[in-house]
Nanobody
């Protein structure tokens, strides 16, 4: 299972770090991804990191503001979010892809966490 946490209420311009802790199996060979779903909108890709952490990929609107990372020894992935905007308000999901390579496609991911809510006030 994947457990996402770290969401909360933050003012615009602020920062948050989300964590995604894996349990029940080792995810060190999996790629990890973050997706988000804003109210009334479809879920969208945020960022992905390959199994080793050497390759990352971001949605255009997150580049330069968000950083995805992982600690395989802790079986945990992270999403550092800086310069948050009200439009970043969403439920953020982490996911794991057994292929091990970065992917922007939801269907590539085998395991999903339950989501953590991020609310950015203006």
């Amino acid at each position: 299972q994947l457990q996402a946490c770290g969401g909360g209420l933050v003012q615009a311009g602020g920062s948050l770090r989300l964590s995604c802790a894996a349990s029940g199996r080792t995810f060190s060979s999996y790629a990890m991804g973050w997706f988000r779903q804003a109210p009334g909108k479809e879920r969208e890709f945020v960022a992905s990191i390959n199994w080793s952490g050497r390759s990352t990929y971001y949605a255009d609107s997150m580049k330069g503001r968000f950083t995805i990372s992982r600690d395989n020894a802790k079986n945990t992935a992270y999403l550092r979010m800086n310069s948050l905007k009200p439009e970043d308000t969403a439920l953020y999901y982490c996911a794991a892809d057994s292929s091990g390579v970065v992917s922007t496609y939801e269907r590539a991911y085998n395991y999903w966490g339950q989501g953590t809510l991020v609310t950015v006030s203006s």
